[in-house]
């Protein structure tokens, strides 16, 4: 009688994931980033231009380089006067005409994702290179807090969604980060700081600095949770 031969195993090898260490551990280089809300908010501002205004946005384009006046600052006087367009539609229209377009230009949620990378990469190169250490710490913190989370930055801050924007990454020097938080009416102190944005109805109404990996201490992780758990 032959014996029989043992089935052959064939051991997969593991894949490799590029990491990059951080000071708690590894995570994966280049995080993903989500499409900023205002990206979303341009591409339905511009399907329901028509509808609103007349024109489409090429439409307006090609009109105010026929017949428009020849200066941005005239152009938006010219639409509001004229077609009585709002201020914002007014401006927008005419800073797209004349090829100058808003802060946030990349207004495809392709583009802005191509974008978001080298935002941060411009937004901590030079002297303030060693603050991007801080900045993935605080990234890694937040996106612990759930699955829901979306970082989406923009050329100067970072801010932090849930539903709502609940904290933001400004580097602020050279040598420190503004870190916000949406807290409602969390009592100040000498530490957690006003940021005026009670008073302005803005969002980002406390912020911590934070200058070194000590500074993301305990105290700065529970304040973090509380922004996201108000948003929820």
């Known amino acids: 009688m032959s014996k029989r031969k043992s089935p052959t195993i064939v051991r997969k090898k593991p894949v490799k994931v590029k990491v990059t ?13 989500s499409v900023h809300p205002g990206v979303a908010m ?20 090609k009109h105010i380089k026929q017949a428009g006046p020849e200066t941005e600052k005239d152009c938006r006087e010219w639409l509001k006067a004229q077609y009585e367009l709002g201020t914002n539609t007014a401006w ?3 800073e797209k005409a004349f090829g100058n377009p808003l802060g946030m230009a990349d207004e495809t949620p392709e583009k802005y994702l191509a ?4 935002y941060v990469e411009q937004m901590y190169a030079g002297p303030r290179q060693g603050l991007r250490e801080l900045h993935d710490r605080i ?25 709502h924007v609940f904290a933001e990454i400004k580097p602020a020097t050279q040598t420190r980060i503004d870190l916000g938080f949406a807290l409602q009416d969390e ?7 006003d940021t005026g944005g009670l008073a302005k109805k803005n969002r980002i109404t406390h912020k911590v600095a934070i200058t070194k990996l000590s500074d ?3 105290q700065v992780r529970r304040w973090l949770k509380q922004a996201y758990e108000l948003d929820g």
């Not at 501002?45 to 307006?60: H, N, S």
């Not at 996106?143 to 539903?163: A, E, F, M, N, Q």
């Open 216 to 218: 993301i201490d305990l």
């Open 21 to 33: 260490r951080i000071a708690s551990g590894l995570v994966p280089r280049d995080p993903p980033y």
């Open 92 to 94: 927008w229209i005419a």
């Open 187 to 193: 009592p100040f102190t000498t530490r957690l700081l």
């Open 115 to 118: 974008s978001a990378p080298k």
């Open 42 to 61: 341009v591409q339905r501002w511009i399907a329901e231009m028509k509808v609103k205004t007349g024109r489409t946005l090429d439409e307006w384009v």
């Open 139 to 163: 990234i890694e913190l937040g996106r612990s807090l759930g699955d829901d989370i979306k970082i989406c930055p923009c050329k100067t801050i970072v801010p932090l969604y849930r539903r």
